[in-house]
């Protein structure tokens, strides 16, 4: 188990010391170099769709949308043309791919937090998101870091090679080491990043009810997220569900330094990070916090990880082994040609050139094609004439998001959803509006088969209130058999559920009737 | 590094993100800088219940209209599986996106250009297998169209009113009987705000009293 701890614990007597020992302790620098490892590749996944519409949504050749102007600073920073903005955004993918295997890792990484900085304000609509704002601090702490020092083709020119260096933990190895800040720093920015976002949750009313979510789960600006879909017609998981995201966001900064609470915040925040790609459909969002978790191992949790990994090859010695053969024993060179940032710029040139040359032949907007440029498409004028028309009035059928029908309330929702009850039992049956809508009366009546009202309910649902709740004590005096609940917004039917109503142990024996 | 200088950083660092804390908290002061976007965490701004998408048309003076955006070299797909247009809350970055497709298009000279959102129920995003479930009735939704932006072919600003959803919502707040009267009583007035970007489109619009007569949000049968 890591013996990592929190500044408090190192000694509340000397908190300067403590701190500084905090900040400033040396290690090998595992853990920020696997985040250089795998960060650079969500962003460039993420990045390089966008390449191909760079002129369009980054360029002044194009439409762009940049933050600083919703800030009312219009002109913060120089926007440029397409040609200009190609080379940049072709360097920035370069210097991505150029950091994660770490050659000139530093020079890699300032350009990238740089371009990838700029490129993402330039576009407010498409590009920019609290989670590139999460990229931009990790790039920017990335590069201040050695995270280069280790696993890098840097550390490999610098003759680190793998015949001298085999595990973290080994006696023989020296990796070199440094300061632990650079990696505090990155746990801090994710830390203040849930706690932040926690404060949000906290001031929004109905986040806990669970109604926000509800909308969230369906809404189709992400990826698909079937389990969302699913989870949105359960609210009482969706409400549990809240409170232990807001409890993990608020505590995290507290508990994530030592002992259990390391282990359970951090597997909540992985459990967390995946259901957000299943139940939202993000993605680039939870790959980039994953990558960010490393930050939180130590260099003591990289060797009791190498000594199971060592014991796991040990144990499959052979297949390891054939494994180890595939791998490629490259030594560093002897002598080169170039210094390597001197190499990297001349490579970096090359790229960019290369890029805005293969955008010139894809010919983005078609100004070049054999047939002429684009031409506009016509419209339906029909469609059209139907778009133009002012906005009818809400309909009732979608104020009304459901009706919900159970025995049972946990969080001030039904808990299972349930059609079958005994003569006896308690039903409930709740509906969910959406807002805006304005005061209303809804009734939710008890219609037999025959459609008489056998049990009448109404209630004032307010304009500010989502959820009205009806209760009913089906009594042993009703007939087994299926019935309706109707509901209405004033005298207008809305929408019904069938209810079957089974004999219960009290009903009364009744003779069958004669045929 | 020296120690010196990573203490300042150390120390600057924690600042900001303790800074953006407290002003998210206390909701004072998160837009006075596009650099407070990176210290405000506020993902979670609360989803609306309609769905909306935006439709970017083109009137050319010929009377025929035409599809501005997406443009005939299609468009990105930023974050999921629809169009970048989509993801612009207020509508009026797809102006901007309207006169880049006519810069790189041929095409008739234009009448007006029409920001038109769509908006619907987000109970009917859901598949058909749970619909089924949970609902007896036919999964029908209604569309609500508005008419957000009108520009004049040559970029003139015509027309802006704010979003559907922003009206159905100022609509039920005043369906209060009282406040209607108030609305009745008052001198109806133009907001004129000063505009630091010439070419930006006034986010206020003026609220006719007589649009408050009509049936509120909720009563459309």
Known sequence: MSTETSPASLGLRNPIQATSRFFHATEAPYGMALIRIFLPWTLFFTHIGRWFYTREIFSTDGATTPLWNAYGYHGLLPEFNGEVMVALHTLLLFCLVTASIGWCTRISLVVSTILFTYTNLLDCIGTIAKYSCIATHALLILSMSRCGDVWSVDAWLKGWSRRENHWPGEARIAWPKSEAWARRLMQLCLAYVYFGAGVTKLKTTEFFSGNQLVSWMITNVNFEHSLGEFFAMHPALLIVMAYITVVWEITFPFVIWAGWGRIVALTIGVGFHISTYFLLGLTTFPALCLSMYFAYLDENDFRLIAHAMRKVARKHKEMWNRVAALWPRLNPPQRAWLPAPAAMVLACCGVAVAGVGLEHYIDPYGERRPEGRHTLKEMDPEFVAEMMRPAPPIKDKDVFFSLDVGSFLAGNVILQQQTTFKAGDKAIAQVFTVTPHVDMLVSCDLHDSEDRVVHRSSTIIGREVQRGTFTYQLGTSLEPGTYYLVLKNGSTEITRRELNILPGPDSPVRAPLAQ | ?221
């Open chain 2, 1 to 221: 590094m020296k120690r010196w200088l990573v203490n300042t950083i150390l120390v600057v660092y924690i600042g900001a993100f303790s800074w953006g804390i407290l002003c998210h908290g206390m909701s004072t002061l998160t837009g006075t800088h596009p650099a407070m976007y990176f210290f405000v965490w506020d993902m979670f701004c609360g989803w609306a219940n309609y769905e909306k998408r935006n439709f970017v048309i083109g009137e050319g003076v010929s009377g025929t209209f035409y599809e501005l955006d997406p443009p005939p070299w299609g468009e990105m797909h930023p974050f999921g599986r629809i169009g970048r247009r989509h993801y612009d809350v207020s509508g009026i970055t797809c102006v901007k996106s309207a006169f880049n497709t006519l810069r790189h298009t041929d095409h008739e000279p234009m009448a007006r250009i029409y920001v038109i959102e769509q908006n619907w129920s987000k109970k009917y995003n859901l598949p058909d297998s749970l619909w089924y479930m949970y609902f007896s009735d036919r999964k029908d939704p209604t569309l609500y169209y508005h008419v957000q932006y009108v520009v004049n072919g040559d970029g003139t600003p015509i027309e802006a009113s704010p979003g559907w959803l922003q009206i159905q919502q100022q609509l039920v707040q005043a369906s209060n009987p009282r406040v209607q009267a108030e609305l009745q009583r008052s001198m109806p007035f133009m907001m004129i705000e000063k505009q630091s970007n010439p070419s930006a489109m006034p986010s206020n619009a003026f609220l006719n009293p007589a649009l408050v007569q009509q049936p509120s949000a909720g009563t459309g049968n």
